[in-house]
């Protein structure tokens, strides 16, 4: 197995010389940390990833969750890495100093995300729902349910959970038909089924919370009569004992990848006593839910490029280790092979992990500093930092989703036939990253949100801050003769973007809203190139000004890989968005017209 699993050089580049995360430290709200509490963050996340959760990587994978007598048993791993994070202010990390987090700035508090995911991804969740589930009730819960679940999700020694998808259900949130009757009481009785529930179950922890959607009796049908519940596995009876709290493990789903952690099928209220209390107001369930989902959006996209991180550096050991080959030009049979990162095409298959990793990365932390900014500010800033946000939280998951997997294949690839063997950690690797395009909103339900809603939202001010911000970055780099030629392709592209909009705005404007969002899957893989082209226009920037002031050998070189890297996506993946623009201005209802029938044998 590898002994590198991300780059800690290119973390501290991305949040210290292309986002300026220190900057953050001027507003009040993070004013009480320091440059040297961010790096610390780094260092010690690197040293939990080494040596307390890559040690079992594989084992877990090997090694599932296993369901006995109605119970779930996990790895015993996971019980000390929910003790320490609890204790080290892990999962306290950005929530709120008045609820007893640090209140670190986003862009830094989800550094361990990354490092963790890319160390051990199955392990890395069971901290992960932790975070969510507090930050919502800190959010949107009462002051009881504040001081009751929050103190015990920040330790370690409750597990929290996101409870939405149902068997009839799936990605129809609105069709969700468990229900929640009042009472004379302050809870409501839950009854139901939850599938596909990350941790619902585990012997690591002594009780699980779940933060479950539900329709209260009489709410009105589809999305506007769904309420947010706290659905504890178990209660707190009058004497303050735990009891259970009438919610039974089903089963368990055995997966693909993500073995580590178990996917569970929760039946609520077989004996008519199940509890849940109201989280807010009835009916505002999704809405207070959609801001853990789309915090989980963006982790979703950093696990995925944490996993292809892993995969790259897995690959990157290998090529550099494995002999093979001469010289094309080598026409001596009997000289010393060769490493194969010598051959053109392993330099281009790295290249290209390379290219899909770090430009996610600077797509998911431009992210979180407008999650940071949006906090700092208040009025119209705010707005600005919130719509930017909003606009880009779905691409910010989709693109490292999907493109993960075609970098852990190349790296795969570059194994040959031992990549596809499981003594080598890239085939875990691959199986683990299939789920990101599902998880959290499948990569339609994404496009369908980036189209439909956020690119026209507001008579299309996010959209047109967004290209503000882009077209900001084409000028800065426009009048740096090395970077001007890279530039003026950007600005093609992002004037094809305008035109492929105003195309696809004008159908929905002539009432053809299915034929408006057909493509939009493509029109979220298009958007997605152009906006992570802009990220690495960004780097490069930063890496030509470093090489400009003078550089340490070491540094000269990663600055200088770093060009290449960002040569390769404008000479590579930028030019595919020729062919996509071409397809999204034409009309055609291909996949409308396409009857079910028409799919026989």
């Not at 012997?203 to 999305?223: F, H, K, S, Y």
């Amino acid at each position: 197995m590898a002994d590198k699993f991300i780059s800690e050089r290119n973390l501290k580049f991305l949040i210290n010389e292309v986002f300026d995360a220190p900057s953050l430290l001027q507003f009040p709200r993070y004013s009480h940390h320091t440059p040297e509490v961010f790096d610390m963050v780094i260092d010690t996340a690197m040293k939990m990833g080494r040596d307390l959760l890559k040690p079992s990587f594989e084992e877990m994978d090997k090694n599932p969750p296993r369901f006995e007598a109605g119970a779930v048993k996990v790895h015993p791993s996971v019980k000390r890495l929910m003790k320490e994070c609890g204790e080290g202010g892990w999962i306290s990390a950005v929530a709120s100093l008045e609820v007893g987090g640090q209140q670190l700035p986003f862009t830094v508090g989800l550094i361990p995300t990354f490092v963790f995911s890319a160390a051990n991804y199955s392990a890395s969740n069971y901290p992960g729902l932790n975070m969510g589930a507090a930050h919502l009730i800190e959010s949107f819960g009462s002051q009881e349910q504040k001081d009751t679940y929050i103190p015990l999700l920040f330790s370690g020694a409750w597990q929290g959970t996101m409870a939405l998808t149902e068997p009839q259900a799936g990605s129809s949130v609105g069709d969700i038909t468990t229900t929640a009757s009042p009472t004379d009481k302050d809870y409501y009785l839950i009854r139901g089924q939850k599938i596909f529930i990350s941790a619902a179950d585990h012997d690591c922890v002594d009780n699980v919370v779940n933060l479950m959607l539900a329709r209260i009796e009489g709410a009105p049908p589809g999305l506007k009569g769904i309420s947010l519940f706290i659905v504890p596995k178990k209660r707190f009876d009058n004497d303050g004992n735990l009891v259970p709290n009438d919610l039974a493990i089903l089963g368990i789903y055995h997966k693909m990848g993500y073995r580590g952690c178990p996917i569970t099928q929760l039946s609520l209220g077989d004996n008519g006593d199940c509890r849940g209390w109201l989280v807010g107001e009835p009916n505002r369930g999704l809405y207070y839910m959609l801001q853990m989902m789309n915090e989980a959006r963006l982790v979703v996209g950093m696990n995925a490029a944490a996993i292809a991180s892993a995969a790259y550096y897995a690959c990157l050991q290998y090529t550099r280790e494995r002999p093979q080959g001469r010289p094309i030009t080598s026409k001596d049979p009997s000289a010393p092979q060769i490493p194969i990162i010598e051959h053109a095409d392993i330099k281009r298959m790295l290249l290209f992990q390379r290219a899909v990793i770090e430009g996610s990365l600077g797509l998911l932390f431009q992210c979180t500093v407008y999650s940071d900014l949006m906090l700092a500010h208040e009025g119209d800033e705010r707005e600005k930092y919130s719509l930017l946000l909003d606009l880009l939280t779905p691409v910010a998951k989709t693109y490292p989703a999907e493109m993960a997997i075609h970098s852990v294949s190349q790296a795969l690839q570059c194994l040959g036939g031992y990549g596809y063997c499981d003594e080598f950690p890239i085939e875990q690797h691959y199986r683990d990253t299939r789920i990101h395009p599902i998880h959290e909103g499948t990569t339609g339900i994404q496009a369908l949100t980036l189209l439909g809603r956020n690119v026209v939202m507001k008579n299309g001010k996010a959209l047109t801050l967004f290209l503000d911000e882009v077209e900001g970055a084409i000028k800065k780099a426009g009048a740096r003769p090395e970077l001007a030629a890279h530039a003026a392709q950007l600005k093609k592209a992002v004037e094809k973007l305008k035109e492929v909009i105003g195309h696809l705005v004008g159908i929905a404007t002539g009432g053809n809203i299915d034929l408006f969002l057909a493509d939009a899957t493509l029109f979220m893989e298009f958007f997605g190139v152009i906006a992570v082209a802009w990220q690495w226009l960004l780097q490069a920037l930063a890496a030509q000004s470093a090489l400009a002031k003078g550089a340490s050998p070491s540094d000269e070189d990663f600055y200088t890989g770093k060009m290449y890297a960002f040569r390769y996506f404008f000479a590579y993946e930028l030019p595919k968005t020729e062919g996509m623009a071409q397809r999204l201005l034409t009309i055609d209802d291909l996949t409308l017209s396409m009857k079910p029938d028409y799919f026989s044998d």
